[in-house]
């Protein structure tokens, strides 16, 4: 670690002592200390064996169209129950209990902030944890999915979709809307793990009038220019010197 980040740390450090309503915003790059691959980077899924790309498997056109090619692809990338939350989903839930932090909102479908003890939590993508019948709308946990083969189907006969934010498809309402009124009442906002790249994150960040942004990303975003402080590194080495 060099000089200014670890200056850096200490300001967040700082800051973080000072806030009482943080929103943190995160990306894969919280999962991918857990083991979960992150799709969109050029070590993830991309160079691998399915006959498709990523977003077109995970489409909702594919899930219509090839509803067990989507499970196979999804029951072998997708879920991964061994994954245990880092230090970095176990410091935010220790900011939550300690009323520091008022949401995570994250881009990742794991359920790894509520394996750390998260309580607000909002998945604009979904959970690979919440599954429903497409035809009675009976919702089944993630077991439905591991403990069968081909395509789930509920005991009434319909399909069983997961309840993830596929491509094509809008973000819930309810979850968005919770989303932006955590980041419009915040004080202090930290983007983590994210390229913000992907919809609809950058418009979410426009609803922050706090006092200080923060970013901590491995590669450069587009929204470096509009951080307070700016930390090109793994979240793990920040969260981890970051005291409750
Ligand atoms: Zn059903």
Redesign the pocket.
Known sequence: MNTSQAEGIDQLQSWVNESKRIVFFGGAGVSTESGIPDFRSVDGLYHQKYDYPPETILSHTFFMRNTKAFYDFYRDKMICLDAKPNITHLKLAEMEQKGKLTAVVTQNIDGLHQAAGSKTVYELHGSVHRNY??????FYDIHCITESTGIPT?????I?KPDVVLYEEGLNDATVTGAVKAISESDLMIIGGTSLAVYPAAGLLHYFHGNHLVLINKSATPMDADADLLLQCGLGEVFSRIEV
Do not use: V
């Open positions: 019948c497409t035809k009675c709308h009976t509920c005991e009434c006969g319909g069983i």
